[in-house]
Nanobody
Framework: QVQLVESGGGLVQAGGSLRLSCTAS????????MGWYRQAPGNQRELVAA???????NYADSVKGRFTISRDYAKKTLYLQMNSLKPEDTAVYYC???????????????WGQGIQVTVSS
């Protein structure tokens, strides 16, 4: 069974940095697109950043220049380096990935369980 597990969240002061990680495990044949989303209380889940299987990236306007998404293909791990954090970045952060398992011929979208990031002013 495929799982995505996030780590690296926590509490940080405004202007600080955090690095989130998301590691995929299970019977994985290949991973295509991966992304980070976030959801603040009372808000819809929104895209933060995404990276394609070929390495192309895109970012939400609100995080451009502050956040960097990257992936380690060998470790099946997605990262989000977050710098110059602001209180409005406070949210639960989720990773997702398009994964094809070894035993099936279709690609499915998987989500992590989410991790809290809190930025104090």
């Amino acid at each position: 069974q495929v799982q995505l597990v996030e780590s690296g969240g926590g509490l940080v002061q405004a202007g600080g940095s955090l690095r989130l990680s998301c590691t995929a495990s299970g019977n994985i044949y290949t991973i295509n697109n991966m992304g980070w989303y976030r959801q603040a209380p009372g808000n819809q889940r929104e895209l933060v950043a995404a990276v394609t299987g070929g390495g192309g990236t895109n970012y939400a306007d609100s995080v451009k220049g502050r956040f960097t998404i990257s992936r380690d293909y060998a470790k099946k791990t997605l990262y989000l380096q977050m710098n110059s954090l602001k209180p409005e970045d406070t949210a639960v952060y989720y990773c997702n990935a398009d994964i094809r398992e070894l035993t099936v011929s279709i690609t499915r979208l998987y989500w992590g369980q989410g991790i809290q990031v809190t930025v104090s002013s």
